[in-house]
């Protein structure tokens, strides 16, 4: 259980701090300048200078497209620009998604932002050849941006199997219906692939109805209904959006390694694309915690720094312990992903469920050690709660995880049964 | 410790909530739609038509400034419209609160929404005849707004002793000068009265330094520097302002009270400012409860549905203590203020302390059971949830209270220090 | 909702809290000396000479027999010895209770404890004339003890329609099998009458199968098999038992109430029971906290009193409002049971959930405040925490009381069902 | 960052699991039974026959002194029995101790139970040859037993430089004073060795004042005044004792290490242990969580098995994630002391502060689902649950702990104070 990174993964880990600390960091306050003013003039739905500046030097230090994964990304990985021409291992790196974490904008210099990594990471394992040159690769170079179409208005989707729209092959065409809505990045200018998940065979096995198919964002029949307000914030330039499908039809070829295999393809999708989640989150919370040390050993009142008032140094030690705690906990997953693939599926539910609510938790101490100004935008609190909260939703909720952990944990004891 | 309303308050209570049923929420979302539109073009600062409507039909019945306390404010009941014609005790009106707490708009259409109620309470309380002709009356019909200038950006505020500004005594004029922020109100056209609360006397005892004094809002040096988003809303028509005042001067007149007595003077007006703000948490929290319930019974998620899966029953159960719970420790409060109101300071910080929580952990609750559409303005619920949040800041963080009820337990036993 | 006792309760509480404070707290850790010499002496299942004493002093002051309930206990109460004559209601009867619950051995002395109380209550509210007379006259004379023998070994007696054992209906006797545990009471030498609960007829509606027999203790075929320790303690002298019943034959007018009833007379005995047990563990609590202060201002750690030390305020305070709100939540189901009885089901449900988990955290605090030295019998902390926390499955498991709760919660929206 | 143990750690872990599964389970409810009836006949005191028959099988597989340390214990290791005949790093024996852990009375039957293991390190890593000689060696071959006399009952001692016993040095003796508690092993027949801690010089630095002292237990003036009770329980045949110290003199060569150096040595003994304890702790966990899913799976009630009732899934799933978030965080702590020395007095502290928490959780929900059952000691919960709930003082409390764990994260702000 070896769950420190490699010599290259710390290598790279190194260097990505190093370039948040000089390139990003001084640049951020910029950079949500600019998003507003876009925002105030109707413009904000699209890449803004400022990133793509960062992009390039990201891209030209080989900080590129760091979640493709050892093995099958090592290709891409060489092609698209990534140090040392190999994909990472989930060991090396988890703890860089966790530095990008501490900064809203850090993933997406580095390329390596949901939900264009995990779409990215669909057409690597399951894409033809053709699929890939056509998608993969705009995607690798942020020439395009994606969405990921799996959610429904209409249903719990917490069960997926409740899924409703159809992707119904018709002869060499696939003709898509139905309403899908947290559509992250639908509403980007670039946006131009949605990998898209619907009903194909409902009398198939349970697991073997549905096929994940891509649509072309310009396809007739396409129709963004709307942008969604996460808790007020519209997330631009990517935004998340209610997508309506009507009679979309799209060549069979567009299904992603043949009918009925969207499950198949979405668990293996998932199981990084949480570890990644968790990992940025434990960044977050980092960040809040540092935030708060701050604040409290640099304010005062009555009469003493905040850090010597009733329970806030407990706090602290009870956040820094939730933290550590959590990345070795995000590590061992990681590790089992990278070295034991079946095992993992019950480890990356029990991260799902544990760290996007410690992060919750500690941030929302941090806001209280900064009272009324927290609120604000003069500090990334707010924004960061919100997000942690909204994670306790992404790729399933807590109650679905909760019970993925329990079914593994009693499997153990069937025989027990009376 | 009679905790139910009067026969009048019941009565009262009866039709406020018939009349948030049948006037109010029909046309809620179309105020919100309003709203919208109005911040579309740069015009969400004022009164909307549709509020204007809803407060004269609310005044037309009699269901006007039911803040008004028992007592003090019976002439102006019987003056600005309550039916009745007479204050109401804090027993009665909690559970009016309580009823306008469910929605966002009502305490507005009702005219008891804060800060208005409370500097009405401020005014009617300590306010010479003059400042309650030239500022309550108006309060009171709506015809003016108001703001409440406390917290300060460079110090932690939950001292109020720290309090910078300045409000000094120059002859027969006041002399101000400092920065304020989530000064609520401040953005809305009609905000003409700004009650300012500075440093008079550095040298008097810690609780009689400071003054609170009565700043008409078009004073020379008056100026709203940025209004502050919470949590990404600006709460529009009111919201809250970040105010810089420098060398504004008004009459010594416009001293509430006399200079030295602002501590005085907040500690009677936040009182029941803090058991209003708890009941319409009480009523945010039945809300969200409601809405779980609803959401748990018609949704289904793996062949059954939501209140039959997981824990979602047992959350439920503890919702239902704690808002319980919470209920009856605020109408306990209430009944304090109206019996003993001395010894009711400890009472009112403990619900300060519990109640704002309660509803935070109750909506996150209700939240979880919708899923991601939670996230989204089709519910109240992320609105709410934030809501909740931001009142463990308002009047006083929960860290502050806990030492008052603190101080108050740990006092019957100091007789047994060694 | 009047929740102060009237003149009548409020006087005999404070005559209960000034017998408690001169005649048993001066004696109390004479009575446990004495115990343990009883204990050593093989000789501590019966009561103590002082134990009688001091029933003899309650007796004679007229606090005796108080749990008695205003109407049916009216006769009772002025035949056995309450000053005034007549049955309390719960209102009253709780703040009693909560007196006598600082004290382990108070309720015993006022002829107030379970299950004897509860038994008392089945037989004066279902009881025939002659059982009356031959169990309830001495059993609120104290001259014989009792048992109530409702859980079994074998099953989830959560779930109380698992009860196996049998009470069969034969001419004119009862036959009685089966097996049964935590039978309290049943150790104790005095311990005459035993109230059993089995299934008569496994073909009746769910909650009528079931029938309460009496059982003379030395009916043939009753075997004590063992005393069970509760975390280690065989609280002698009354105990809890594991008890079997081979062919026990009694006659037929055993049958409290007639065959079939016994679910209906168990919700009416556990009703005030279970307010009582709940006003006694808030007594604890607030026995614990005042340790916890006075422990809290005199000692000393890192040169501060403890109470100045981390979260030990922040703590102080979470369980002055914890019990606070505990102490309305449970007068408010007191009240609701004398006004309303059968809308207090599920209000009872709600307390049997939150209080006694609240004591044990109260508790548990009380205990870290002082150190190793809570662990010892040196003070009263260790027992208090290891009985509030076998309360939690007293009269039915937390789990099974949310389960009431959350079904009439949602039983308000099952119109919404779609 | 290797968190698994070396092959020769492995291999050891796989014979101690299946000497414990083979030898020791099959005969420890016949242990506790001779418990039992030594205890009734008052002869509990010392080691009983059976433990000395397990005792003697595991050192002739050498499973024996296995906490031994790599380094400082190989030669003892190699000497005392341990297979391999080299001390083990913390890597290596943490999950060996999680699993004597399951049960309460492994420790000892691999002469690796608390407090002698802490003794016998604080003699290898401090103690003179001379004292190692006499000392260490009987302690390793279980001829003799130990205590630990810290902590006094006057004073809080969770501060441990409050400790007013008094070790004066008088020309060349040591001269001891004063009275000390929860002094575990004083009770043991075989009892021969105290390490004191006291006073010497109370004008040299806070740190430096106090010197350990070995008393051998027959010296003059040593007088064990009582056994003290932890909640109801004696622990048995070592339990727990208050010791009084009238004028004892011992040799000034029976100090360790040199007068003024306690407090050195007792960080060095107490990082290890509190690795033992937590890691003895999670074994206690993962049982208790086994115990409730065997209960959840095989009992009925409702007509289901329990697993599917409410929340226990939830709990269950939550219980798995705090266990494996424990375990990680314990063998990080471990691989520190191995790797970091220095740099780990946070991370033990950190462990120390989380993880008797979580195992008194993780029991209390096992207990729940038993039922009153898991009160009773048909089951080992009541008394995992005692336990687990004293290690929150043991060692220094979690309160402590807390504050070190602050101190560390807020040094790294220290430079950011205004």
Known sequence: MLLSPSPRGADLGTRV???IATVITP???????DLAQARAS???WKTLPLMRQLQEKARAEGLWNLFLPAGHGDEYAAKFGTTGGAGLTNVDYAPIAELTGRSFIAP???NCNAPDSGNAEV???YGSEGQKRQWLEPLLQASIRSAFLMTEPGVASSDATNMQATAIVEGDHVVINGCKWWSTGVGHADCELLIFMGLSDPNAHKYLRHSMVIVPR??????????LPTMGWYDEPHG???VRLTDVRVPLSNVIAGPGRAFEIAQGRLGPGRVHHCMRLI???EHALELACRRAVSRTAFGKPLVNLGGNRERIADARIAINQARLHVLHAAWLLDTHNLSAINAVSEIKVAIPTMAQNVIDMAMQIHGGASLSDDFPLAAAWLHARAIRFADGPDEVHRGVVARFEIAKYRGAES
Do not use: D, I
């Open 218 to 227: 310009s396809t007739a029949g396409v129709e963004v209904v709307r942008m």
């Open 240 to 242: 998340h959006g209610e």
């Open 108 to 110: 997406h210099v580095f």
């Open 42 to 44: 109707g413009n904000a």
């Open 123 to 125: 057409l690597l394992r």
């Open 283 to 285: 960044g977050l919370a």
């Open 17 to 19: 701090r190093e370039f």
């Open 27 to 33: 640049v951020e306050s910029q950079y949500f300048a």
